[in-house]
């Protein structure tokens, strides 16, 4: 089976500009989600999606990031303006519907802000 | 507010010892525990996921055990071997909150 694939694999771009990440997940993943790893640390939860109705987005600074997810396949997040301390991997993760289900991750996109 | 510890922050080990991890989480009420490796430059590899009805899940030469009440669970790596060097990660429950992770380094 195809795994998460995640696009583009390195951003760079200056502070205040924007940027776009996508994100198709497992074929038949009714749950996507968004992960931000700064170097060092674990990743932190951003945003979930079931199907195409935000779970989870408790985590994601509103002010700056946006996610969507149209008709519950591909996903986008985006950034604008970017800040330094977005420069991060974004990590996207998919899983089938349920409690006990293993999440499947893309190999995220490397974002340094300049 | 679920915070996760994992002990030791590295490791370093010669090739064919048996090792453990150690991840410590502070919310016990979870459904699951996921234990995932990550390579350089690359995503999470999801190795074991044990419910909370379980105490241990195997695969191959690693064990997961989880203590639910305790809020601790370990991973067992038997005979490790170079192509185990990587970062490993646990991450209680189904809304997952990760440790920083334990980075092993296995030299043959």
């Known amino acids: 089976e195809a795994g998460v694939a995640q696009s583009p694999r390195y951003k760079i771009i200056e502070k205040r500009q924007s940027v776009a990440f996508w994100c198709n997940p497992i074929?038949?993943?009714?749950?996507l989600y968004w992960y931000q790893q700064i170097l060092g640390q674990g990743p932190k939860l951003l945003i979930q999606f079931q199907n195409n109705g935000v779970v989870d987005d408790s985590q994601l600074p509103k002010d700056r990031f946006s996610a969507e997810r149209l008709k519950g396949v591909d996903s986008t997040l985006k950034i604008q303006p970017a800040k330094l301390e977005d420069s991060a991997v974004y990590l996207c993760?998919?899983?089938?519907?349920?409690?006990?289900?293993?999440?499947?991750f893309g190999d995220g996109t490397r974002l340094s802000i300049l | 507010k679920q915070e996760v510890t994992q002990i030791p922050a590295a490791l370093s080990v010669p090739e064919g010892e048996n090792l453990v991890l150690n991840c410590s989480f502070t919310?016990?009420?979870?459904?699951?525990l996921q234990w995932f490796r990550q390579d350089p430059g690359k995503g999470l590899t999801s190795l074991l996921l044990?419910?909370?009805?379980?105490r241990e899940q195997t695969s191959g030469r690693l064990n997961a055990s989880l203590d639910k009440s305790s809020g601790r669970s370990t991973l067992y790596i038997a005979a490790s071997q170079p192509g185990d060097s990587a970062t490993y990660l646990c991450a209680p429950g189904n809304k997952l909150v990760f440790g920083a992770g334990t980075i092993l380094r296995v030299k043959s």
């Open positions: 993760a998919s899983s089938p519907t349920g409690s006990n289900q293993p999440q499947h």
């Open positions: 919310d016990s009420a979870i459904y699951n």
């Open positions: 044990i419910q909370s009805s379980q």
């Open positions: 074929s038949g993943h009714a749950t």
